[in-house]
């Protein structure tokens, strides 16, 4: 079992920026993707943005692209949400998530983190 485990989330006014981290507890061998997606209050979990594993190739919703930058870390088996220029309708449950394979754009995930609250003040 892969445990995820989501860190720096918070609250911060509207343009500013957060940086999310989410560590592994083992690297998966094989082809995989670690990402973030988000659930906002009364809306369905969407998509944020992902990386594979494989190739560093990386992918993002429409509504944070040139906003939000993820990145990885091999050696330290993590990955990150670089956040800037957040928005109100940024504010979520960001939760971390792994599958085995390319990534998805839909929330089809194998392995998730608890979350971390992400609020951004209007």
């Known amino acids: 079992q892969v445990q995820l485990v989501e860190s720096g989330g918070g609250l911060v006014q509207a343009g500013g920026s957060l940086r999310l981290s989410c560590a592994a507890s083992?690297?998966?061998?094989?082809?995989?993707?670690m990402g973030w997606l988000r659930q906002a209050p009364g809306k369905e979990r969407e998509f944020v943005a992902a990386?594979?594993?494989?190739?560093?190739?990386?992918y993002y919703a429409d509504s944070v692209k040139g906003r939000f930058t993820i990145s990885r870390d091999n050696a330290k088996n993590s990955v990150y949400l670089q956040m800037n220029s957040l928005k109100p309708e940024d504010t979520a449950v960001y939760y971390c998530a792994a599958k085995r394979g390319v990534p998805s754009y839909d929330p089809n995930y194998d392995y998730w983190g608890q979350g971390t609250q992400v609020t951004v003040s209007s």
């Open positions: 083992r690297r998966t061998v094989g082809s995989y993707a």
């Open positions: 990386i594979y594993w494989y190739d560093g190739s990386a």
